[in-house]
């Protein structure tokens, strides 16, 4: 069977998981030691369908900010979805998540389908965001609740995104 792509950006602020969400869910690794992302890392996962050819994510894990600049639009154009990643002991890094993709939204002049990751749930004792905030953000947008280091909720997430995409 054939397979056709999908392009999915995550857009975070800096340190939120990102690239550790996606090493979990393409190699189901993780690593202890921080290295900043600079500039783009793409990996891509295939991802299997019922009656219906695979789908190969491509997904651009792009360097971490509050704000889209000029070379992170052209990162986004052509995205089909987006994964949002905030850090669930930082609060402000939700607002951020969620602005980014209205940046990227209006710079694609489309409705482009998305999730938001709280990560870290590991250090959920350590949280900044209370459950009600998940819940309000939970009537717009599909919110999990996940782990980059122990492996939580990532595969659901992606899953969603897939799925939403894959249409």
Not at 39 to 67: E, F, H, N, Q, Y
Not at 124 to 143: C, F, G, Y
Not at 152 to 167: D, M, N, P, R, Y
């Amino acid at each position: 069977m054939n397979s056709f792509a999908r392009k999915i950006c995550l857009l975070g602020d800096f340190s939120v998981g990102k690239t550790s969400a996606v090493a979990r869910y393409v190699r189901s690794t993780f690593s202890e030691s921080y290295l900043t992302t600079v500039g783009v890392k793409v990996d891509t996962k295939v991802v299997d369908l019922v009656a219906r050819p695979s789908m190969r994510l491509v997904l651009w894990d792009i360097a971490g900010s509050s704000k889209l600049g000029q070379s992170r639009l052209n990162y986004v154009a052509g995205a089909h979805g987006f994964v949002l990643v905030a850090d669930g002991t930082r609060r402000d890094t939700v607002s951020s998540a969620l602005d980014l993709w209205q940046q990227a939204a209006e710079a694609l002049n489309a409705d482009v389908p998305a999730v938001l990751l709280v990560n870290k749930v590991d250090l959920a004792d350590e949280w900044d965001i209370s459950p009600e905030l998940i819940e309000s953000l939970s009537h717009n947008l599909a919110v999990f609740c996940t782990s980059a280091k122990t492996g939580e909720s990532i595969e659901l997430a992606f899953a969603e995104i897939a799925g939403a995409v894959s249409l």
